[in-house]
């Protein structure tokens, strides 16, 4: 017969290993559900991924769209061998590929920051580098555009004179969300960039326009 100083200890050995598998099994469980949720976000992103760009809300030429920061409305485009609106030529041998849109400041503070308004895409070959931002009214480079004055800007890139363009220049637009306090910086400002819809202009010959 076991006396009651061998049965206390064997019951509490085997709460012990109770417990210990309890924690086992429910660290598997979590080990097992978080492969399940890692495995189903991979899906999703993978699937929007693989989503055509065409897949994008598309606007019409000269119709605005609420960017968050801007309100923007992309006109039109052509490939030219004429000056910048500032007079410069441009590179010996290289034309300008420029898009002209019509832009609204929604901040209350003045900014500069356009450069991620616009994506051609796909992209065009030859197509250099990053574009050159100009401000029609004043002919000149933009340096910032002031809270609620509407502007028609002009974005030029830089192409080899000899290319060929496509007959069509597709743009995507990208919106910025504004945060109060920002999770990570702890300050106000734009974030969370997202691409939100196309436009697609016919792309005008070289030489053709008024030169504005």
Known sequence: MLSAAQTEPDASAMLAALATLRKTLFSRFMAGVGGLLALA??????????MPATSLPTVAPGEAIDA???RVAVLAAKVSTEPRPDGYRGPQGKA??????DILNQTSESSNVVS?????????AGLEGSPTFYLLRDRSILNALHPGLPERVRVVWAIPAEAVPPDTVRLTITAETFKPRDN???TPGWFNPKTIAAVTLPLGSAGRGDGS
Do not use: F
Not at 96 to 101: A, E, F, R, Y
Not at 117 to 123: A, E, F, G, S, V
């Open 41 to 50: 976000l991979a899906t999703v992103q993978t699937i929007l991924g693989a």
């Open 68 to 70: 968050g920061r801007w």
């Open 96 to 101: 300008s590929l420029s898009v002209d849109l």
């Open 116 to 124: 991620r308004i616009l994506t051609i895409d796909p992209p065009i």
């Open 184 to 186: 990570l910086l702890a």
